[in-house]
């Protein structure tokens, strides 16, 4: 009688470790990956959050339609920072608390500066896809970046004035953040050293709608060059406004001009108007074909401004994962490791204060187009 017992005891703890066994292997096939992302997809300048969005959505689209990383897959928790600095320490300290250890960030140096330190204290990786203000390089082990920083921008801009157009007499309008008063800076202190001349400087708040003001005082500094730094929205207006003040200098921007938004909104006035931009990755390239392929299948669209580099930032991470693991250390450790990376977006290879040094080429606005300036 007590060897059946016995035997039906050690029957049920096999069936039961084999249960726990079971459950236990279901349970770390079922783990799913938590990605953080603080995207601007309200407010002015939401342009650049939701096309950042639609990158990073393919990406995780493909990645778990092809069985994840390790078996395991993506979740993309998405938080609206309306490209408010206080708003994108709320949603950080809010991913934190959900348990992600890795956060894409988008276009605004602000947000990035805000929660940089956050992700350092806390051992969380943010992989930013478009802030360049130059005080991010560095700023944090776990902090990467997969745009140029102002620096480049802001320096070719200068020398391209000066070497390639001939122009010594610049103004600077610039929105009052992180982002314009980066550019502001490096542009200003690169002319200058040039050679050149900055007669006047004017920033304006952010979400701002009339520019005349600041105009006017720069117009009566006769100048031959107007570089202006800001968003989408608020660039479009200046430059209307520029036309209608009759302006007679060249106008110089920043990427944030690549945006059709401006087209739409400046019509005939933004014709002529340069920008550096980063150099259109190789269509032959694997990588650049299929993920323009497939963006445009699954969006029934081009491409536009911040969308592969949302994609990128989703890959890079989960290329780091396969390297080291899914911890905040683990990622970071893999995207030092992560060399001459193929991306939708070109070449992504980070240096050691986290920042990329992609090739620039100079693009205008010319019947309506965004045409590379040979």
Known sequence: MKKKIFITIGVIAIIAIGVFVYLNKMNKEQEVIKIGAILPLSGDVAV???????????AVEEINKAGGINGNKIQIIYEDSKADSKTGVTAMYKLIENKVQAV???????VALAIAPIGDKNKVVVLSTGSTNPKLSGISPYFFRIWNSDNLEGQLSANFAIDTLNLSRAAIIYVNNDYGNGLCKVFSDEFTNKG?????????????????SQLAKIKASNIDVLYIAGYSKEN???????????????????????DKTIIDMAGKAAEGIIYPYPKDPDINNPTVASFRKNYKNYYHEDISITCDVGYDAVYLIAKAI??????????????????????????????????????????????????IIK
């Open 236 to 258: 479009a207006i200046i430059i209307k406004q520029t036309r209608e003040l009759k302006f007679n200098c060249q106008l110089i921007g920043t990427v944030t001009m690549e």
């Open 196 to 212: 050149g001349k900055v007669l006047n400087k004017e920033n304006y708040e952010q979400g701002a709608n009339d520019f005349k």
């Open 322 to 371: 396969s390297l080291g693991n899914s911890t905040g250390e683990g990622i970071r450790k893999g995207l030092t490791e992560i060399k001459s990376y193929e991306g939708a977006s070109g070449l992504i290879e980070f240096d050691r204060n986290g920042d990329v040094n992609k090739p620039m080429q100079f693009k205008k606005i010319a019947n309506g187009n965004f045409v």
């Open 104 to 110: 894409i960030d988008n276009s605004v140096s602000s």
């Open 48 to 58: 650049y959050g939701k096309n950042t969005q639609k990158g990073i959505d393919l």
